[in-house]
């Protein structure tokens, strides 16, 4: 039976399910749920999850809404290196996937918002200092993938010498700014081999699930449609 998963391929957290069924080779119906209509707020779609989130998967009568790729990493039979069987090699997954939360995501997200999401809802100029400090914290974020989580580029993966969960969260995560003008690999050798090497490891899925976002970044560059004077990377 196929996992069906309710998914919007412009969020960050939604890509990563389905690019992982992908890659993995999870049977799998991908239902497009779109946030811009508001179809995540429809009476259906809120018996599935209350909070009105996406990603939903369903496996038979069974609904999860978070921890999505550990789940499925554990229930289908998929090749181990996605999620360790070994104890300490899953901690490892596990160590990032906790570190991600108030990291990875929150500081791509959180600068994408204010940079380009928000403006465009509200048609008006980012609020600039607001953009100056979540870069900032943007950037030292990156600045610890890079040395400490890449171990300054003496590691291939997040976790390992193996791609793992943690690297299609992670890369969904880093895609996102780029839609905002920021490249987050620009001058940064040790990011920029990884990306690469993700994408490469998980290509031709990768590019297919990030259509839109290159899409997205390609029409506008960094710039809000309908507000004018917007200068990339604020």
Request: charged share 25%; hydrophobic share 35%; glycine share 4%.
């Amino acid at each position: 039976m196929s996992v069906k998963v309710y998914a919007d391929l412009m969020s960050q957290p939604a890509r990563a399910i389905v690019l992982f069924c992908r890659a993995a080779g999870v049977p799998h119906e991908h239902i497009p749920i779109r946030i811009a209509k508001g179809e995540h707020t429809t009476d259906e779609y809120t018996k599935m999850n209350p909070l009105q989130k996406i990603p939903v998967i369903k496996d038979g009568d069974f609904t999860l809404t978070e921890s999505v790729a550990i789940y499925l990493a554990r229930e289908k039979d998929i090749a181990d290196h996605w999620y360790p069987k070994d104890s300490k090699a899953q901690a490892r997954v596990d160590e990032y996937l906790e570190w991600q939360h108030l990291n990875t995501r929150m500081q791509c997200a959180g600068y994408f918002r204010a940079r380009w999401l928000i403006p465009v809802l509200k048609q008006k100029q980012p609020n600039e200092k607001l953009v100056a400090q979540l870069r900032k914290g943007m950037e030292e974020c990156l600045d610890t993938i890079e040395k400490t989580w890449l171990k300054e580029g003496n590691q291939k993966f997040m976790c390992g010498d193996t791609i793992s969960v943690a690297d299609i969260l992670a890369a969904c995560e880093l895609e996102q700014p780029s839609m905002a003008g920021y490249d987050v690999c620009k001058n940064r050798p040790i990011l920029s081999s990884y990306m690469a090497r993700v994408k490469d490891t998980l290509n031709p899925h990768y590019d297919e699930v990030h259509t839109a976002v290159y899409k997205m970044t390609k029409k506008f560059g960094g710039q809000i449609p309908g507000v004018t004077d917007t200068k990339s990377n604020l």
